[in-house]
């Protein structure tokens, strides 16, 4: 069973940045999606990506401030945040997916399997 770690969270002001990270995928991990939850609201997908091919996905609230960062050496996504806005306060999970990445449900919860245990980022206006 793969056991996946998030790490670089953290508490800071509007407008800077934080890069994320995913680390313990295996050989055989396809998919990597990022999702996060703030207080009281639903859990969301906010980027993926396919790690055979290197395909990103991004929803569209994130997609000009997020960038997703595979080191395939290290079995590590990155997610790096610009531009915080106090608004992307939550708790960030990263999660493996059931296979590959796909346009139309890479952000479903359902399409993946393990899930590490989250790190959170909070944003202070």
């Known amino acids: 069973q793969e056991q996946l770690v998030e790490s670089g969270g953290g508490s800071v002001q509007a407008g800077g940045s934080l890069r994320l990270s995913c680390a313990g995928y295996?050989?055989?991990?396809?998919?990597i999606g990022w999702f996060r939850q703030a207080p009281g609201k639903a859990r969301e997908g906010v980027a993926a990506i396919g790690t055979v091919f290197g395909a990103t996905y991004y929803a569209d609230s994130v997609k000009d401030r997020f960038t997703l960062l595979q080191d395939n050496a290290k079995k590590t996504v990155h997610l790096q945040i610009d531009s915080l806005r106090p608004d992307d306060t939550a708790m960030y999970y990263c999660?493996?997916?059931?296979?590959?990445?796909?346009?139309?449900?890479?952000?479903?919860?359902?399409?993946?399997?393990?899930w590490g245990q989250g790190t959170q980022v909070t944003v202070s206006s």
């Open positions: 295996s050989d055989s991990t396809k998919c």
């Open positions: 999660a493996r997916g059931h296979s590959y990445c796909y346009s139309g449900s890479w952000s479903r919860e359902d399409e993946y399997a393990y």
